[in-house]
C-alpha cells in the first residue's frame, strides 16, 4: 500500500490560481485504502474547487493510475472533458501523476503528498519513480520527479556536468533536467523552469503521528510471520 496524504487545500488553491478549467482525475488502487483517494473524496474536491469560482470538466476514477496503458485505453472515451480543461488534477501517488503527465499535454498538478511505500502496490514497473520526499512538485517538472530523475536530487536546474543532455554520472543515462525541459517543452509550460524550488523539507518525508497509529500503518509495519 502506497500512503499519501492530502496537501493542505490553501496550498491546492494557490497552485490552480490560474486555472479556469480543471478535470479531475483519480486513483482507484492506493488512495482508495489510504482514504485520499475514491469517488466520494473526489466529488467533494469537485464541489470545492466549484464554490471558488472553477469549471470542472470531468471527474474520473480508473483502477492504477500508475499504469500508462491503462490510463490510455480509459481515458479515450473522457478525452473532450480533457481537452476542454486547463489543467488536471491528479489524486494519486507520485507514480500516477508521473504516469499521467507523461500521457496529457496539460499540466498535471498533484493533490496528494506521498509518504511511503511501505507494503504491496499496485505499482508500475516503468521509468516513474517516487522518492516519497512528502511535498509533491511534480507540476513544477512537467511530471519528472527531480529527486529520481536526477542522481544529486538537484531542484533548479542541471549540474555543470551535464554533456549532451546526459548524465554526468553515467552517459548512458539522460540528464532529468534535459527530461523536465522537454517534458515541459512539450506541453508548452517552459516558463515554469523560472520558479524556484525551495530545499526538500526532511519532515515532510514522515507520515503524521495520526497514520502512524492507525491500523493501516499497523499492518504495513507488521512482520511476516
Ligand atoms: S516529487 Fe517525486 S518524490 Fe516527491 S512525491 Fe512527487 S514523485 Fe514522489
Ligand atoms: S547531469 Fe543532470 S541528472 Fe546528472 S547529476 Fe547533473 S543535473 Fe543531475
Sequence with gaps: MIL???????????????????????????????ETGGKKILNEMKNKLENEGKIITGVMEIDFLCHKALIRSRTRRRLNEIENADSLLIFSCGLGVQASSSIMTKVCYPALNTKTFNGITGMWQGTERCDTCGDCLLDFTGGICPYTACPKKLLNGS????????????????CGWELIYKSLKRIGQIERLYNFIPPRDYKKVLPPTELRKSSLWALDEKEVI
Design 4 to 34: 499519501t496524504e492530502f496537501k493542505p487545500i490553501e496550498e491546492l488553491l494557490e497552485k490552480l490560481k490560474d486555472e479556469k478549467k480543471i478535470f479531475i482525475l483519480g486513483c482507484g488502487g492506493c488512495p482508495e485504502g489510504a
Design 159 to 174: 549540474c555543470a556536468g551535464q554533456s549532451k543532455g546526459k548524465c554526468e554520472t553515467d552517459p548512458e543515462r539522460d
